[in-house]
Every structure is written in structure tokens, then in C-alpha cells.
């Protein structure tokens, strides 16, 4: 298999994510979306007052077209790696604990009166994991993907830090789950690649 249909998990992952802004954002009350809106369809909130169901269900949810294309085009050049890495159905689990593991910690360390959503927590997970498996051996041998993979993770932090209204927790604990997740495959030697 070649080409999309070799990673169809990724590309389900990008339908889906599309739909859900085209609804919240088209479908259900059309207009611009809200802080109250987001809240109300899953976007995670301060601790205790975020559901369980919004760990998950925030990672689809995107606040503008540039929020939601920038998220995607790193999905779709990121989530093939991890796909070919654990397979599609394992690649769905852990993109789904990925983002509810980054969600979870902007609840927690967030001010109660923020709502932050995106799957950007879920693509630093992808990061996170990619830069452990390939720094200890286990993936491209080409010493350039390592590099992009690098660079690609200090762009992305820099701006975290840089870009005002970024959910800075929900990034780092994608990256911290991402990294604990390939740490856990390196130390029992798993490889697939």
C-alpha cells in the first residue's frame, strides 16, 4: 500500500478534526466562535470544572482556520512516522491519550477562567514520541530526519513561548507523554520501523 491509503488512521484523524470545526463553527449556531461556545462543546477549563470528556474531545476543537490548518499540516507530516511506527489502530489510542494526557495538565496548571482547545497537545505527544525513538536508533536511519525532527521541536517550543494565547501546558505535557511513551518502547527494545 502507497501513498494516503498506507496511512489512512492520520488522514481519518484530519477528516474528523474538519468536520468538528465545520460544525461547531457552521452548523451549530453559525457565527464566531466563543470562549463560551468552546467551553460548552468539550474545551478544556481549570480544574475541577473541565469534564472527563473534554480531556478528549478538545483536541478536535479549533478556534480559527489558521488554528485548525497549522494543527493538520502537522498532523499530516508527523502522524505518518507514528502511524508506520505503531500501526493505525495503536497510532488512534495514543493520539487520543496523547491529547487527553496534554489536556489534563492545562487543567490542572491552567487559570480556571481560560479555555484552551487544539490538537496541538496531541501533536507535541507525536513530537515527543519521534524524538526519543530516533535519538536512540530506533526509526530513519537518515541523520537529517533527526535533525528536521530537532529543529522542528525547537521551532514549535519557541514559539509556544513567543506567540501570545497559546496553551503552553497543553504542550508540554503532549511533549512529556510523547516522551515517556518511546522512552517505555526503547527500554523494551520495540522496534518498528
Not at 470562549?35 to 474545551?43: E, S, V
Not at 502511524?83 to 493520539?95: K, S
Amino acid at each position: 500500500m502507497t501513498g494516503w491509503r498506507r496511512f489512512w488512521m492520520t488522514w481519518l484523524i484530519i477528516a474528523v478534526t474538519v468536520a468538528v470545526f465545520l460544525f461547531v463553527e457552521h452548523g451549530y449556531q453559525p457565527g464566531a466562535i466563543t470562549a463560551a461556545k468552546l467551553a460548552q462543546w468539550g474545551g478544556v477549563v481549570g480544574w475541577p470544572y473541565t469534564s472527563w470528556r473534554s480531556l478528549i474531545f478538545s483536541t478536535f476543537l479549533h478556534v480559527s482556520w489558521v488554528h485548525i490548518g497549522s494543527n493538520m499540516v502537522s498532523l499530516y507530516v508527523i502522524g505518518p512516522w507514528v502511524e508506520l511506527a505503531l500501526g493505525p489502530w495503536e497510532y488512534l489510542v495514543f493520539y487520543l491519550l496523547g491529547g487527553a494526557a496534554a489536556n489534563l495538565t492545562t487543567a490542572w496548571l491552567q487559570p480556571a477562567n481560560v479555555v484552551a482547545v487544539g490538537a496541538s497537545g496531541a501533536i507535541f505527544a507525536l513530537i515527543g514520541y519521534l524524538a526519543v525513538r530516533w535519538t536512540w536508533g530506533v526509526g530513519p536511519p537518515a541523520p537529517r530526519a533527526r535533525r528536521w525532527l530537532w529543529t522542528m521541536l525547537a521551532l514549535n517550543l519557541l514559539l509556544t513561548v513567543a506567540v501570545p494565547h497559546i496553551a503552553v501546558w497543553d504542550h508540554v505535557g503532549g511533549l512529556a507523554f510523547g516522551f515517556l511513551w518511546g522512552t517505555g518502547e526503547v527500554i523494551r527494545g520495540r522496534r518498528r520501523f
